[in-house]
Every structure is written in structure tokens, then in C-alpha cells.
């Protein structure tokens, strides 16, 4: 029954705002400003919503006005969305199986939350050991943690790549030339 009510307002929503032109123009022309894409973006930042500045703003408010604007937004939201992560790893489970992936997740990410499917999915493949997939989950941290947690994302995202990076090294390198002193 949830299923059937969520799948019923998407579809109500759709119809009512994206697949329909004149009402989605009037939307993005008169409705959408600067502030309202403030507020929005800044409601995904947790810990430093004040990392949302003019330039980041311009960066949606500017397209969101472009002629094909209208366009490009009811395709987003009409068109099929594509295979899931999950899909993908199903898919492409061999080659994925030796690819090294690293996750940075802000924890109030409401928008896709450690607790939804695809949080869940990386979080169990975070825990295998049988993968090659890591995470790092950062407290008081939205959507956007290399910004909003830039500290925690960036060394995170460093940590990962001495390790995937110096066990690279230390596979390639011959125990000859390590020896040598390089």
C-alpha cells in the first residue's frame, strides 16, 4: 500500500508539473529566484550552510532560467531514471569485484540517507571484506560532504588513496628496486 501511494504521487506530481510546459515555464520563471535556490541548497549543508555563496547559487539559478531549462527538467524527472547502483554492481559484478571504490556519506543526507537502499547497499559492501569498497561516514554532515565537510571528506578521500595507492606501489615496485632505496 506504500508503494502504491508514493508510486501514485510521483506520478500525480509529474503529470501536474513536469510533464505539463506552461505550468513548469511559469515555475521556473517566476517562482524559482535566488533566495528559494539559497534556502534549498543551503538546507542541504548540515554543518556549514554559509559554504553556500553567490557563485554556487548563479551556478543553478542561471541554467534554471536558460531556454532549455523547461526542457531538461521534465526530461530529469519524466524520463526512466536508469539502472540502480545495485543493478550496476549485478551487472558489472567482475570488473566492480576488483575496483577499489571509496564512499563519503554525510549522515543527515536526507536526500539519499544511509538508511535508504543505496546507503544500505554501499554500508554492507563497506563492511565485506570480500570487496574493495570502503566508506567513511561523517557525523553532522548533508548531501554534499565534500563541501559541506570538506576537512573530514578531503582526508577521508586522501587516507583511501595512500592505501590503494601505496598497496599499488608496493605490488609493482620488485623487491630488487625497493631494496635499491627508492
Not at 524559482?32 to 534549498?40: C, G, I, K, S, Y
Not at 556549514?48 to 551556478?59: K, M, N, Q, T
Not at 547497499?121 to 565485506?128: G, K, P
Amino acid at each position: 500500500l506504500q508503494r502504491f501511494l508514493i508510486e501514485f504521487l510521483f506520478k500525480t506530481i509529474n503529470a501536474l508539473l513536469f510533464d505539463n510546459r506552461v505550468v513548469l515555464t511559469f515555475v521556473l520563471q517566476k517562482i524559482v529566484t535566488r533566495e528559494l535556490l539559497r534556502d534549498a541548497l543551503q538546507s542541504l549543508y548540515i554543518s556549514h550552510p554559509d559554504r553556500v555563496d553567490d557563485a554556487l547559487v548563479e551556478s543553478f539559478y542561471e541554467p534554471a532560467k536558460d531556454d532549455g531549462a523547461v526542457e531538461a527538467l521534465s526530461q530529469i524527472y519524466t524520463n526512466d531514471p536508469g539502472a540502480t547502483p545495485m543493478d550496476l554492481h549485478a551487472k558489472y559484478a567482475d570488473f566492480l569485484q576488483k575496483l577499489p571504490i571509496h564512499l563519503v556519506w554525510g549522515l543527515v543526507d536526507f536526500v539519499t540517507p544511509i538508511g535508504g537502499g543505496v546507503g544500505s547497499f554501499y554500508t554492507n559492501l563497506a563492511n565485506d571484506d570480500d570487496t574493495l569498497v570502503s566508506m567513511d561516514q561523517i557525523p553532522n554532515c548533508g548531501h554534499v560532504p565534500f563541501d559541506d565537510c570538506y576537512i573530514e571528506s578531503n582526508q577521508g578521500m586522501l587516507r583511501w588513496m595512500e592505501n590503494v595507492v601505496g598497496a599499488k606501489q608496493k605490488q609493482v615496485v620488485p623487491d630488487w628496486l625497493a631494496n635499491f632505496g627508492m
